[in-house]
């Protein structure tokens, strides 16, 4: 250490003691990928009396030290905010965070999704479509074997990928995969994936919670190819998962996880920063100042595209009204929204689904829409509509309070906008697509393509605006046959435009995924696509 | 005679089960959506839902399902979740033991407690003693249990660090450390059974020593602490047997909040995600044990209070 520090003439990172590299380490967990900044600088400098340059190499060195090759050992406990009898191993029947972390834990995908949403290999070593992405093959890994020791074949994926067709299938996703005809197996480990129209995305779509490989005949029953194997499963209590010492990569790095719910936003709050649980999804505005405040735990803020939108149904008064959506469209106070309401964790919306989250997609060059009460109140007027309803249930974080203050503002300009909030249960069959304004949000899928189709394709299933416009289904299939990232993007940025100025969508923010984990954890995976790195941990994470 | 009135008893408690029965199948057919719907929930589409109906059977008629239900419950099969998949025997089975040792452990302590209390605060009415307990246990009985949940939580877990947050179970905790995971919901049900129990004992007791023959008792020189104990208590013991009988069957049914707030899986809690999920077998097996449970208790508080008391043997 001595002689280290004499070399460079400044103090590394490994020089610290442990509760300065917690300091460190702490700082540099918060930026979660940016930089650090000035104030991080000042902050160490003002805690241990270094100077700036070597608050920087304390920083830099502090990084490389983080990223050191993950330790062995140790288990964690992990509360979702969401669990029931309802709780899933099945795959195709996934829907809550709680089971897209049961299976990561216990499956394997095709393809994995990276960091900025690039499909990566996992079961399959390689993946080609055919130069009109009209055929797909992907080329199986031969080390694979099940947690009962039988080998992984090219059956296995047949008949897990064909679970999402047909008519007799009630998966989840059964609309987003809906592009593929058929999957062929064309040796033992090789499969080749027909489409009826061409789809240059479907390897990133692979990677999604439900595309998950279960053994040739099983219904998901805990046997799968993952990093940990299932010891205990009891549906709405917990599941105690063992790492899985046959594990065909390296990974597992815990000797066990146990997986639990806790409903209650407070108690969850409260378990982790008590030391009881080490990582929880879900944190809400309200307590972000209490998790910041504790020192053992750090608060996850990841950019995603979570709608905070209302839904304004164009095929019934008064959305049918064209300036009456614009009006409640110029009528959010954005800014507000992100800052005060979302406490920053969030990012501004303008009225499309497709966020920055999304990556190159996302069309920064479409005018961003201003809070204006003055085109409000003109819209409002034009449209002759002086009063509407509007239906609020706690779907996203934030929507209640985005309503209320929309009415505080609405009021202003002698609009009269009754909220009426009503339950989450039962929410999604009895009040949306139904009541002619309600609140909504949707999961980010990983391709923009994918988020657009299913809302705003024409005649699409859960066009949830009624909103059909030909040229939209148009550009959805053309641009994903388009190879070319130019052109790519223009026919990208060309349907955000489109639904920007005619669906009857209203999205003035998009939420942050918020969780909180405690500090010795590392190697948190920063997927957006869901709770703590997009429900990936399972496999990365290790204990400092 | 006191057989005859058991099994009387014992037969409308059947009767009312079986209405019990129809009237939750009734109630969670009439909310909107359907379980099908749920598990779908915003991803459902007509073609998914139909499918995932015929699966589960729930696109039969209601009556059937509910004959079909009941058939199997005669003989003893709860059926399968149909949100889920799992058996609901499955399910119950181990809440069903979680709930039991809740419920056991917080009696166990707080019925000796609220009676000795009660009993302590009727033999000196009027006292600072008396007063401070009354004072207590009005104030306990105002205060919603969340409220004292999560205050309990903020200070002996967040602040001091002695207690766990939740009531987590590894299942293979020692006795010692079973206990520490429980404090704290424990003391929550404790205070907040024990109040009402604490009242109800000492106003049964007063109740009863303004009677002609405790009147006689004093004027012959019976010391207080004697009247009490050996006259008074068991001529009151009837309305406070019943309020122990309620508090108990409050313990296995109704402690979804404290169960909620520490994360405990029990009954409770179970019925509620059933009846979210639209789960109909779940939500009737869940209710046949909570009505059940209160036939049984209420059935045993009136035994006692007859055994107690003899008039009440006698048909008037």
């Known amino acids: ?544 | 005679m006191m057989a005859q009135m058991v099994l009387r008893r014992l037969g409308i408690g059947f009767i009312m089960l079986i209405v019990v029965s129809i009237i939750v199948f009734i109630g969670t057919s009439i909310l909107p959506g359907d379980v099908a719907q749920i598990i779908l929930g915003q991803s459902a589409t007509p073609e998914t839902l139909a499918a995932l109906r015929a699966q589960l059977g729930t696109d039969q008629p209601l009556y059937i399902q509910y004959l079909s239900w009941l058939g199997n419950m005669m003989t003893g099969d709860l059926g399968i979740s149909k949100a889920g998949g799992a058996t609901i025997a499955s399910l119950i089975g181990g809440r069903l033991g979680n709930t039991m040792m809740m419920a056991g452990i917080v009696s166990a302590i707080a019925i000796p407690l609220s009676v000795a209390l009660g009993l302590w605060a009727a033999m000196h009415p009027g006292t600072w003693l008396d007063r401070i307990i009354t004072f207590c246990t009005l104030s306990l009985i105002s205060v919603p249990e969340f409220f004292i949940a999560t205050i309990l939580v903020l200070v002996l877990a967040v602040e001091l660090h002695w207690l766990p947050s939740t009531a987590y179970l590894s299942g293979d905790e020692t006795f010692w450390q079973l206990m520490k995971s429980l404090a704290m919901p424990l003391i929550t049900l404790v205070i907040v059974v024990s109040a009402q129990m604490i009242r109800m004992t000492r106003a049964g007791i007063l109740n009863v020593m303004s009677s002609p023959y405790i009147e006689m008792a004093i004027l012959k020189g019976v010391p207080r602490r004697r009247i009490i104990l050996r006259h008074a208590f068991f001529n009151a013991i009837g309305p406070i047997v019943n309020v122990i009988a309620l508090n108990l069957a409050y313990l296995v049914s109704g402690v979804v909040i404290v169960e909620t707030i520490f994360a405990y899986p029990g009954l409770a809690k179970l019925m509620i995600d059933g009846v979210q999920t639209r789960d109909l077998p779940l939500v009737q097996a869940c209710a046949m044990i909570f009505s059940g449970t209160y036939v049984a208790l209420i059935l045993v508080a009136d035994v006692a209070s007859i055994l107690s008391n003899p008039r009440l043997r006698q048909p008037k």
């Open chain 1, 1 to 544: 250490m001595k002689d280290k520090k004499s070399v460079s003439g400044e103090l590394g990172f490994s020089d610290l003691d442990s509760h300065h590299q917690a300091l460190v380490e702490k700082i540099l967990r918060k930026k979660r990928g940016g930089d650090y900044s000035r104030r991080d600088a000042l902050k160490l400098m003002m805690a241990t009396g270094v100077t700036a340059a070597t608050a920087s190499n304390l920083f830099v060195t502090g990084g490389q030290a983080m990223a050191q090759t993950p330790k062995k050992g140790g288990s964690v406990r992990f509360a979702s905010s969401l669990h029931g009898p309802d709780d899933q191993l099945d795959p195709p029947k996934f829907t809550s965070t709680i089971d897209y972390t049961r299976g990561r834990a216990t499956y394997n995908s095709l393809v994995q999704h990276a960091n900025d949403l690039t499909p990566q290999p996992e079961l399959a070593e390689s993946f080609e479509p055919n130069a009109d992405a009209t055929e797909w093959t992907f080329k199986l890994r031969k080390d694979v074997t099940w947690h009962d020791g039988s080998p992984f074949t090219a059956d296995d994926v047949v008949y897990s990928m064909s679970r999402h067709q047909g008519e007799d299938s009630t998966s989840v996703i059964k609309s987003v995969m809906a592009s593929v005809d058929e999957w062929k197996k064309v040796g033992p480990h090789e499969v080749k994936a027909i489409l009826n129209t061409p789809n240059a995305d479907l390897a990133v779509l692979l990677g999604m919670f439900q595309n998950k490989v279960v053994k040739d005949g099983t219904t998901g029953d805990g046997i799968g190819t993952g990093p940990y194997t299932m010891e205990s499963f009891e549906p709405g209590v917990k599941s105690v998962h063992k790492r899985n010492e046959n594990y065909w990569r390296d990974g597992s790095n815990l000797d066990a996880i146990e997986i639990t719910g806790i409903t209650d936003p407070v108690a969850r709050v409260n378990a982790v920063i008590a030391g009881d649980m080490d990582l929880v999804s879900l944190i809400e505005p309200k307590a972000f100042r209490q998790v910041e405040a504790a020192g053992n735990v750090t608060l996850l803020s990841a950019p995603a595209a979570l709608q905070v939108g209302i839904c304004i149904l164009l095929n019934t008064a008064p959305g049918n009204n064209p300036d009456f959506v614009k009006g409640m469209q110029f009528i959010q106070d954005r800014e507000r929204i992100v800052n005060k309401l979302l406490k920053g964790k969030g990012t501004i919306g303008n009225d499309t689904p497709i966020s920055v989250a999304h990556g190159t997609d996302f069309c920064s060059e479409l005018p961003q829409r201003e809070f204006d009460p003055d085109k409000a109140k003109f819209h409002f007027k034009k449209a002759g509509i002086s009063t509407a309803e509007l239906f609020v249930a706690p779907v996203a974080p934030g929507i209640e309070d985005v309503s209320l203050l929309a009415q505080a503002n609405a009021a202003k300009i002698g609009f009269d906008l009754k909220i009426k909030k009503v339950p989450t249960d039962g929410y999604w069959g009895a009040v949306w697509m139904k009541e002619p304004m309600n609140a909504v949000t949707w999961n980010m899928r990983p391709t923009a393509n994918s988020q657009m189709a299913i809302q705003f394709a024409p005649g699409a299933e859960w066009n949830d605006t009624y909103w059909n416009n030909d040229r939209m289904g148009e550009l959805l299939s053309l641009s994903l046959a388009e190879t070319d990232s130019d052109k790519r993007h223009a026919m990208y940025c060309e349907m955000q435009t489109l639904i920007h100025e005619g669906s009857g969508m209203v999205i003035p923010a998009f939420s942050n995924i918020n969780d909180a984990v405690a500090n010795n954890i590392m190697g948190i995976p920063k997927v957006p696509l869901g709770q703590i790195g997009g429900c990936e941990w399972p496999e990365f994470i290790w204990l400092a």
